[in-house]
T-cell receptor, first 113, second 115 residues
Framework: GNSVTQMEGPVTLSEEAFLTINCTYT??????LFWYVQYPGEGLQLLLK?????DKGSNKGFEATYRKETTSFHLEKGSVQVSDSAVYFC????????????FGKGTLLTVNP | NAGVTQTPKFQVLKTGQSMTLQCAQD?????MSWYRQDPGMGLRLIHY???????DQGEVPNGYNVSRSTTEDFPLRLLSAAPSQTSVYFC??????????????FGEGSWLTVV
């Protein structure tokens, strides 16, 4: 079956620090990969996505590259801000279950000024 | 643009009570689903629907019922609430499924406490 393993938090950084949140996956076929972000008290928002190997998703300074050889989709940002404090979820959808996302457990990021 | 709308946002129930979480979307999406979010567990699929009149179980369906009489609405019913159902519930929808990278849209969540 499908599964997503992501770096356990919490992660605490100072403003302008470099961020990496690791995500690896197991899936049948060729999944689409996503990062979702949940700000305090809010729902989930799509941050970025990639649908095939070597694709790079990017948004708001965040990037992640779909690496089929290492089954990974690590999230990176060069300089985090206080406003980036949130929970980040890695997720996948494989073609056989077109409607369903399989989520990692989430990583809480706190950025201090 | 309303997107995916969930009500209520907060609810406290007593053990054994029943209630319905409402979900509506105005994007003419075929696929709708309900997830629950628990600390350290990520989101887990409860039930889903691929169109009006069609529903099926996800990973954690016990204690919940759904129906899909219209494309727009997908209510989640708790038949007899238990403390283990204390959670945050998210409704989601997508037009053609996420398999091709299409976005799944989430509601803002419903915080449910069962005492």
């Amino acid at each position: 079956g499908n599964s997503v393993t992501q770096m356990e938090g919490p992660v605490t950084l100072s403003e302008e620090a470099f961020l990496t949140i690791n995500c690896t996956y197991t899936a049948t076929g060729y999944p689409s990969l996503f990062w979702y972000v949940q700000y305090p008290g809010e729902g989930l928002q799509l941050l970025l996505k990639a649908t095939k190997a070597d694709d790079k998703g990017s948004n708001k300074g965040f990037e992640a590259t779909y690496r089929k050889e290492t089954t990974s989709f690590h999230l990176e940002k060069g300089s985090v801000q206080v406003s980036d404090s949130a929970v980040y979820f890695c997720a996948l959808c494989s073609g056989g279950s077109n409607y369903k996302l399989t989520f990692g457990k989430g990583t809480l990021l706190t950025v201090n000024p | 643009n309303a997107g995916v709308t969930q009500t209520p946002k907060f609810q406290v129930l007593k053990t054994g009570q029943s209630m319905t979480l409402q979900c509506a979307q105005d994007m003419n999406h075929e696929y709708m689903s309900w997830y629950r979010q628990d600390p350290g567990m990520g989101l887990r699929l409860i039930h889903y629907s691929v169109g009006a009149g069609i529903t099926d179980q996800g990973e954690v369906p016990n204690g919940y019922n759904v129906s899909r009489s219209t494309t727009e609405d997908f209510p989640l019913r708790l038949l007899s609430a238990a403390p283990s159902q204390t959670s945050v519930y998210f409704c989601a929808s997508t037009k053609d499924g996420a398999g091709a990278g299409n976005t799944i849209y989430f509601g803002e969540g419903s915080w449910l406490t069962v005492v």
